[in-house]
């Protein structure tokens, strides 16, 4: 089968900027991984975001974007192309050079159960600035036909795991701003749903007491400690009774429950939460995974990964030893996705988003 060159491009829900990487597949087990990049949005850009997270939570369809969604579209849609732009430039590459664009956008609301779903980005504007064909609103196709959406990835991760050899069963848990986790056992189709909070709850905290966009490396959450009592109540929410498939809004958990405790104890309940939520989802497996590999931000941060060691019952390691990038594999993975697409592949399934048959999905805009 041919091979295609595509670039897959990556703002997730902790919306620290874009993820770029380059991957050369066939859409099924052939993946070979070329350079990657980052560009990271300016503070008055993650404002417009939050604004627009903010504004987009009233809309009750598709088609007319109030103000702060619309600007944000707009901003996305640029940053995300002079984030391809920077990635040729670097790499000294044309566009000529590269088939197809996989362009996942920005979710701003995330509703299956009404089964809507937005990621603002405009594809065909995209496509045109660039003069590459570019696939764009991944997600639209599996929650029209009552699938949940997300997590959106688990057939890329099912080839990697496949073509590294590693003995299953295998969970692959993506920490962004929700977090979530990906089955893969011989001989199965992945299954695959988010688990809780990623990141989202330990940013926002951070932004609103001291104005910072994270706990960088957890060092926030190293100085302080684990309050039980607070953490119990987070976990006391009917998600986490569910079965997989299952998936979540960046915005469905809230932290009041650690509003009384120090920055300290606040930002180390808020990490252990997340690593708890992890642990909630692994007796509702078909078997215990032998490994948990751990990418996206959350891979970056000692402390939820120590948590992460501290609070399941299986090995954890991270995509950066297993040789894989952390950083990129979200952005890799839409590269994979957009030439699925394009060839008529399925990337959600039954057991990854409760779709009601193997979906494929995307919609292709010309230059």
Known sequence: MALFR??????GTSMDGVDVA????????????????????????RALLRAALAEAGDLEGRDALPDSVA?????VTERHAQAVERFLGDNGMKAGDVDLVGFHGQTVLHRPMQRL???IGDGPALARRLRISTVYDFRAADVAAGGQGAPIVPVFHRALVEASGMPGPLALLN??????????????????????????LLDDLMLARVGEPMDRHGRTAARGRVDEAAL?????????????????????????AVAHLSLEDAAATLTAFTAA?????LPRLPRAPLSLIVCGGGARNPILVRELVQRLPCRVTTADVCG????????QAFAYLAVRSVLGLPFTFPTTTGAPRPLSGGVLAKP
């Open 6 to 11: 595509s670039i897959g491009l990556m703002s």
């Open 22 to 45: 380059l991957v050369e597949t066939d859409g099924e087990g052939r993946v070979a991984f070329g350079p990657t990049g980052f560009q990271p949005y300016s503070d008055e850009d």
């Open 71 to 75: 600007r944000a579209e707009k901003m």
């Open 117 to 119: 779903t937005i990621q």
């Open 175 to 200: 920490i962004g701003g929700v977090a979530n986790v990906t089955y893969v056992d011989d001989g199965l189709d992945p299954i695959a749903c988010d688990t809780g909070p990623g990141n989202a």
């Open 232 to 256: 119990a109540r987070l976990l006391d929410d009917s998600f986490f009774e569910l079965p997989p498939p299952k998936s979540l809004d960046r915005n469905n958990f809230s932290s009041a």
């Open 277 to 281: 939520s992890v642990g909630k989802l």
């Open 324 to 331: 894989w990038s952390a950083d990129a594999l979200e952005a």
